[in-house]
């Protein structure tokens, strides 16, 4: 961030000396399935840093409430959530060293690094909770209705629209066509606005979603812009054929172009599949010794809370037997 900023004002202040913390677990990403791994790896005796470049409690933490979360008496808002795991895992010793921009990632030494601005981390093990972002829907205004108008999680927000007169979905591949059934369940109509003249979801999906009579499509066209003042009231769309531009009432958008998992960082060391998510097996080791990955930026079909926390779990625990063995040798 300091180097960026002196860039742009064209300043050079001094080098500062990085700081040196060692480790047993680092764990880079500070979201539901760092933070667990944190958990279990510092009640374990292990010592744990996460490194987090933004504030600590990842995705869920933007989420107004979360209802599937188990345990809870009903609902639980995602950012409470997300700081009682954050006092559970400093309660057991972690530390959590947020608002931490990270440079690199080394590892494939044995000793793994992270190096930010100011800072040089070392351990043995590293787990990596990058998680993951939906693709923005790309429109102005996007950012001020999202979590109130746009969404991209049915399962989570799709609640809030029950007896709503009309659902947006953007997309046309398999979380499109299914959360779209899904959101019938709440919604009198669906709408699924696609790109293509063609979806690209299961036949299975799109025979499903074709046959509900809850569920229309305007094939061939896109969003270009947001209606609504505070609330969204619809949204313009053009059709990339005709190039007629036309408003669609709606009650609420969902937006399913895409997931970006967040890997930038680590995409030339470790083995991503062809969709960008880090290849972990059910241990969720990767194809280096002693790096651990977990949580939505893991190649897996459900990111959820409830699997994140899983997979942190299972990292923290094999990372724990990894230094055993390790230290037996
Ligand atoms: C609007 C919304 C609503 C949702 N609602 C629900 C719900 O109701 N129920 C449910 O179960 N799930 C819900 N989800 C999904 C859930 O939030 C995710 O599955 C979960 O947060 C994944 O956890 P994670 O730790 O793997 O990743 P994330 O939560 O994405 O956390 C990753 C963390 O890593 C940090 N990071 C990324 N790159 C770097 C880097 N280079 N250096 C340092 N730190 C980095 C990020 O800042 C972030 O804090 C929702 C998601 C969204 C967006």
């Given at each position: 961030m300091r180097i960026a900023l002196e860039s742009l004002l064209g300043i050079e202040s001094e080098q500062v000396e990085k700081e040196v913390f060692n480790a047993d677990v680092l764990v880079l990403g500070g979201g539901p399935a760092g933070l667990t791994t944190a958990i279990y790896a510092s009640r374990s005796k292990l010592k744990t840093i996460v490194v987090e470049e933004g504030i600590a409690g990842g995705q869920a933490a933007t989420t107004f409430h979360m209802a599937n979360y188990p345990g809870t008496p009903g609902t639980i808002g995602g950012k409470d959530l997300v700081e009682n795991m954050i006092s559970q895992a400093k309660s057991f010793g972690a530390d959590i060293h947020d608002l931490k921009e990270v440079f690199s990632v080394n590892l494939i030494r044995d000793q793994k690094e992270i190096i930010t601005e100011d800072a040089i981390y070392r351990a043995p093990v590293i787990v990596i909770a990058t998680g993951a972002e939906s693709r923005r829907?790309?429109?102005?205004g996007e950012a001020d209705f999202r979590g109130n108008g746009i969404h991209y999680c049915a399962t989570c927000d799709g609640a809030m629209y029950q007896d709503a007169e009309n659902i947006i979905v953007v997309g046309g591949g398999n979380s499109a066509v299914e959360e779209s059934i899904f959101l019938t369940k709440f919604a009198k109509h669906v709408t699924i606005v696609h790109q293509?003249?063609?979806?690209?979801?299961s036949k299975t999906a799109q025979e499903e979603a074709l046959a509900n009579n809850k569920i229309s499509v305007i094939w061939d066209s896109e969003v270009r812009s947001i209606i609504g003042?505070?609330?969204?009231t619809g949204v313009q769309i053009e059709n990339v054929k005709t190039h007629e531009m036309s408003a669609v009432n709606a009650n609420g958008t969902f937006v399913y172009i895409g997931m970006q998992p967040r890997t930038q960082l680590f995409k030339d060391q470790l083995k991503i599949n062809d969709w960008g998510y880090i290849e972990g097996n059910d241990e969720m080791r990767t194809n280096i010794e002693g790096v651990f990955v977990a949580g939505d930026v893991r190649s897996k079909t459900v990111r959820q809370v409830a699997t994140a926390v899983g997979d942190g779990a299972v990292a923290a625990v094999n990372a724990e037997r990894y230094l055993a063995s390790k230290n037996k040798k």
């Amino acid at each position: 961030m300091r180097i960026a900023l002196e860039s742009l004002l064209g300043i050079e202040s001094e080098q500062v000396e990085k700081e040196v913390f060692n480790a047993d677990v680092l764990v880079l990403g500070g979201g539901p399935a760092g933070l667990t791994t944190a958990i279990y790896a510092s009640r374990s005796k292990l010592k744990t840093i996460v490194v987090e470049e933004g504030i600590a409690g990842g995705q869920a933490a933007t989420t107004f409430h979360m209802a599937n979360y188990p345990g809870t008496p009903g609902t639980i808002g995602g950012k409470d959530l997300v700081e009682n795991m954050i006092s559970q895992a400093k309660s057991f010793g972690a530390d959590i060293h947020d608002l931490k921009e990270v440079f690199s990632v080394n590892l494939i030494r044995d000793q793994k690094e992270i190096i930010t601005e100011d800072a040089i981390y070392r351990a043995p093990v590293i787990v990596i909770a990058t998680g993951a972002e939906s693709r923005r829907l790309p429109v102005e205004g996007e950012a001020d209705f999202r979590g109130n108008g746009i969404h991209y999680c049915a399962t989570c927000d799709g609640a809030m629209y029950q007896d709503a007169e009309n659902i947006i979905v953007v997309g046309g591949g398999n979380s499109a066509v299914e959360e779209s059934i899904f959101l019938t369940k709440f919604a009198k109509h669906v709408t699924i606005v696609h790109q293509f003249d063609h979806f690209q979801a299961s036949k299975t999906a799109q025979e499903e979603a074709l046959a509900n009579n809850k569920i229309s499509v305007i094939w061939d066209s896109e969003v270009r812009s947001i209606i609504g003042e505070k609330h969204l009231t619809g949204v313009q769309i053009e059709n990339v054929k005709t190039h007629e531009m036309s408003a669609v009432n709606a009650n609420g958008t969902f937006v399913y172009i895409g997931m970006q998992p967040r890997t930038q960082l680590f995409k030339d060391q470790l083995k991503i599949n062809d969709w960008g998510y880090i290849e972990g097996n059910d241990e969720m080791r990767t194809n280096i010794e002693g790096v651990f990955v977990a949580g939505d930026v893991r190649s897996k079909t459900v990111r959820q809370v409830a699997t994140a926390v899983g997979d942190g779990a299972v990292a923290a625990v094999n990372a724990e037997r990894y230094l055993a063995s390790k230290n037996k040798k």
